[in-house]
């Protein structure tokens, strides 16, 4: 294996203190080691910024409801073709074992797997978690995260509408809710507990359409959206799960929702948990009235609550594709738009809605959208629990971290496009008040690499120290945080120079991250009963 | 590869006995027979050959049959190693001037990935039997999306059941049995006595005899049909219509649809010539438009052979579902209507790589290669009729050869093969990937 010495960058290394110093960074065997010999082979990047590899903690991109959208957007991918790119070693993966072969693909909102590694590793992310995964599909997840190459992978696995989870609820059986959760996630290779909607996918199933309360009864009164996040809350915690439990409140998108979001996060005080794409859960006012930000709540809550964390799923104004398991939300979005819809409804586990939107600056709900995100983060008492996102593809493609990262960063250009949004919904908001806090390189180091690793329970990751996984990002300096984030200079994945010059020169296949917590194996003989009596997949074929 | 390909079976699985005479069994073996994907069959095997298929329909057992399949590898008509076919199938598309991959059925996912890659490679076209089969239902739901649900949703969950057009004791025998309306499920306790059976019938194509509501269209009448049927869902039915006319009977069935609280349409996907293609849309609109007062799914039933995995597998690499052509360097969607599916390509082809049961491949497709030479890799490969240059048998996924398939409902199926020894469709395409890649000249 090679060695490789970074030199004389300029390192920030938040996670050990390393701010802005100027030194070394020694890669031996796919780790980053102390040091070399000095004749290792080198590159200089004197005069450049030097991170460990970005890590997004929340994007859709290999789930079957991926491919549903890749299906649903031809006019997309015509329109941005990704040809083969010319790599200068073929080391693994083409899509077909140990051949490397080039691939080409196409992108859109929701490019194809290839084309999707390739774009990532090109921003300098080595590290993507597909937040979505219906549990009775995650060998379709496995198959595309195999031919997603050069990034590390894992998954989150949807559990808050599971009818096997919601009968534990409904019997009072938290034990057995607990061992099916440890069950699940090893049955499915997934690395963490996801939560959609709790109870509210279901209740779209029986054709109910509105969550009104955490209290609301799904089916059995005792099953109420408060009592699955009591129940896989506390179960994710128990296991020990590296990233407890990954949460999408109830009522995303509603006006005066910020008010269920606080509900949610206090029902799951005292625990670890973690709240996806807060920006579409933050809206002050009322339902079919009125439109404010409520950001502001959010970020008091979290200065309170060092065990809560959250990542922002920040819109970004231009083409972008909704695709969730929260259907109930999807249909709204299609009544309101008129666009096209996809909806599928998935056996006794979860859903799936597909709807193609734009963010129009000139819009004042997609405007408000856009203040409420970088509000959330200019507001944020502590970037390493509240990280980066724009829930790829939701609010923006992950195309658009790099345009993200300038509007922290630079209050003047941020400024000048709050000037010519849609004013209509902003007023008053802190935003347009005037928020002058800029990100430093520090925290954008913060917010896409250690607060992410840390999140995540990855501590090889979001790193430079001795012994870190050799995922390393060097950008050129540039005033332009745009044009900065979009080019790195190179980018290293496990000790692998993937990034040369600002080509893409090498695809190595990334690592999967998956947990297979203990235990009871009592508890396969009920989960078999329930799945031979219900299930159309066998239990001893379920799944990955 | 990750771990996701090693498919260890679990522990449950595989051999219940070794007695020779009581033959070897291997229980919950997925079927490829059509797309319902069972996955319930109990195969026996005795000296080597299946006997048996225990829980299989008429379909399944004629797909597992015996499990016999030849072993040969053919250069040119005549025996050869397979390091030599491989070279020479390399030599065959490597240097052709256009290259057609076409993914036949009976193929597993990770073989079609191998085969998509040597697409991809040679700037070549890739298609399968979805371009002439299903194509006008996946265009449909491009331009206008879809309302749809997996079949276990509708077991478990649909209290009324529309069967359109589609004579389901014919084509997806277990279909009632198995998914609905027969089976309990957890919210409709009572099985069939539960759920309301609606049928239209279009011309020949019966539903279910038991219907508890049927109304009867003629082929040319069904996307009046339809259309109708809409018309009255969205409360435009036509006024002081005739009693048994068209318009009567489809607002009597627009009216059992929206009385149910959870709506499965069914329909075939892949229905026999002569029906309208634009049945296809007509279907996603009338699911669309219930979805406004209840809840509504449409499962579009599609044949076996793994043909929906081609779809999936072409859209995560590619971006679509069928029809890809690479000759620019990059993916470019050339989908064709029904009609003209028999004009694979806008450009010459000189060679093709056929991967799979070559009998599958439909007669316009075999027409258009009339002319082309052909590697062809599968499950009687030997023997295709095709203008084999060279012929690589192999087993056949889900009978000997393991992996990932997709049931029609986009399910992926693991697959669990009861017989060993026959060569791997996946580590050929692999082999001649390889091959092509370490060419010097390499690709265009």
């Known amino acids: ?544 | 590869m990750s771990d996701a390909d090693a498919d260890a079976p679990p522990p449950t699985s595989a051999a219940r006995g070794t007695d020779p005479a009581a033959g070897q069994i291997t229980d919950h073996v997925t079927c490829l027979g059509c797309g319902c994907g069972c996955d319930d069959i109990s195969v026996v095997v005795r000296a080597g050959k299946i006997t048996e298929a225990r829980n299989a329909c008429r379909i399944g057992a004629q797909w597992f049959g015996d499990g016999v399949v030849p072993n040969r590898v053919r250069v040119g008509g005549q025996d050869a190693t397979i390091e030599r076919a491989i070279e020479a199938a390399a030599d065959t598309i490597g240097k052709a001037d256009g290259v057609l991959v076409y993914v036949a059925d009976d193929v597993s996912c990770e073989a079609q990935r191998a085969a998509i890659a040597i697409a991809d490679m040679l700037h070549g076209t890739v298609d399968s039997a979805t371009s002439s089969t299903a194509a006008g239902g996946i265009l449909a739901a491009q331009r206008r999306g879809r309302a749809a649900a997996t079949l276990g949703e509708i077991r478990n969950r649909a209290d009324v059941i529309l069967f359109w057009g589609v004579d389901l004791a014919d084509r997806y025998p277990r279909f009632t049995k198995r998914y609905a309306p027969d089976p309990e499920g957890l919210f409709v306790p009572q099985g069939r006595i539960g759920r309301a059976v609606i049928v239209v019938d279009v011309g020949a194509e019966n539903g279910p005899s038991d219907a508890d509501f049927r109304i009867r269209v003629s082929a040319n009448e069904e996307v009046a049909a339809q259309a109708l049927t809409r018309a009255a869902i969205l409360g435009r039915a036509a006024p002081n219509a005739a009693p048994d006319s068209l318009d009567a009977r489809t607002a009597a069935l627009a009216s059992k649809l929206m009385a149910g609280k959870y709506v499965a349409l069914i329909t075939d996907g892949e229905p026999v010539a002569g029906r309208d293609p634009s049945r296809a849309e007509g279907m996603l609109a009338i699911a669309e438009s219930l979805n406004a007062s209840t809840r509504c799914a449409l499962i579009t039933l599609r044949a076996g052979g793994n043909r929906v995995g081609v779809d999936a597998v072409l859209t995560w690499q590619t971006g679509y579902p069928m029809a890809v052509d690479f000759a620019r360097g990059y993916p470019r969607y050339v989908p064709r209507s029904e009609a003209t599916a028999d004009r694979i390509a806008d450009r010459k082809v000189s060679a093709a790589l056929v991967v799979g049961s070559s009998k599958s491949v439909p007669d316009a497709v075999r027409e258009y290669l009339a002319d082309v030479r052909c590697v062809v890799v599968g499950p009687h490969a030997s023997e295709s009729t095709l203008q084999t240059a060279v012929a690589i048998d192999t087993g056949v996924a889900g009978i000997h050869e393991g992996g990932m398939a997709f049931r029609t409902d986009d399910i992926p199926l693991r697959l669990r093969p009861a017989l060993s020894g026959a060569r791997s469709a996946r580590e050929t395409l692999l082999a001649l990937a390889a091959t092509l890649a370490g060419r010097p000249s390499g690709p265009a």
């Open chain 1, 1 to 544: 294996m090679t060695s490789l010495r970074i030199a004389g960058g300029t390192i920030y290394d938040p996670a050990n203190g390393i701010d802005g110093a100027v030194g070394d960074i020694c890669i031996r065997d796919g780790t980053i080691v102390a040091d070399l010999p000095a004749d290792a082979p080198r590159v200089d990047a004197a005069g450049m910024v030097v991170m460990a590899g970005a890590i997004d903690i929340h994007a859709h991109v290999a789930a079957s409801s991926v491919n549903q959208a890749r299906r649903l957007l031809p006019e997309q991918h015509a329109a941005d073709p990704f040809a083969a790119p010319r790599l200068t070693s073929v080391v693994a993966n083409g899509g077909t074992g140990d051949v490397v072969i080039p691939r080409s693909g196409t992108g859109g909102t929701v490019p194809s797997t290839f084309t999707t590694g390739y774009r990532y590793a090109g921003l300098g992310y080595t590290t993507v978690f597909d937040a979505a995964v219906a549990p009775i599909s995650a060998r379709d997840t496995h198959a595309q995260f195999d031919d997603t190459p050069i990034v590390d992978t894992g998954c989150f696995v949807l559990m808050g509408n599971d009818a096997y989870l919601l009968k534990q609820i409904a019997a009072g059986e938290k034990e057995r809710a607990r061992q099916y959760v440890a069950w699940l996630l090893g049955a499915t290779k997934g690395y963490s507990v996801k939560i959609v909607n709790p109870g509210g996918v279901e209740l779209w199933k029986e054709n109910v359409r509105e969550v009104r309360s955490l209290d609301d009864a799904v089916g059995d009164p005792k099953v109420t959206p408060r009592a699955i996040l009591e129940t896989l809350t506390e179960a994710a915690n128990e296991l020990n799960l590296p990233h407890p439990v990954h949460i999408h409140c109830n009522n995303l998108g509603q006006a005066g929702n910020v008010a269920t979001t606080l509900e949610s996060m206090r029902t799951t005080a005292g625990r670890r948990a973690h709240f996806t794409h807060l920006q579409f859960h933050a809206y002050a006012g009322e339902r079919g009235k009125t439109w404010s930000s409520g950001a502001k709540q959010i970020t008091e809550y979290l200065a309170q609550h060092p065990e809560t964390s959250g990542d922002v799923g920040q819109v970004m104004f231009g083409q972008a594709c909704t695709l969730t398991a929260d259907g109930a939300v999807e249909y709204m979005l299609h009544k309101s738009g008129g666009g096209r819809w996809v909806n599928v409804d998935i056996e006794l586990e979860t859903g799936c809605g597909i709807v193609p939107y734009t963010y129009r600056d000139k819009a004042a709900v997609a405007a408000l959208q856009w203040v409420v995100g970088l509000e959330l983060f200019l507001l944020s008492p502590d970037p390493w629990r509240l990280v980066l996102s724009t829930d790829h593809p939701n609010g923006g493609t992950f195309l658009s971290y790099p345009r993200l990262i300038h509007l922290l960063m630079d209050r003047a250009f941020r400024d000048e496009q709050l000037k010519a949004i849609n004013q209509k919904m902003i007023a008053g908001s802190a935003l347009a008040d005037g928020l002058a806090r800029e990100y430093t390189l520090q925290e954008i180091a913060i917010i896409t690499r250690a607060g992410p690793a840390r999140l995540l329970g990855l501590s090889n990751k979001g790193h430079l120290g001795p012994g870190a996984d050799a995922d390393v990002t060097v950008y050129t300096r540039d005033d332009d945080r745009t044009r900065m984030f979009e080019t790195p200079r190179y980018v290293v994945k496990a000790g692998t120079l993937v990034v040369e010059e600002g080509q893409l020169r090498r695809a190595p296949a990334g690592a999967r991250h998956s947990v297979r917590p203990e235990y009871d194996r009592a508890v396969e003989r009920d989960i078999k009963t329930y799945m031979d009596r219900y299930l159309t997949v066998a239990f001893e074929n379920y799944p990955a």
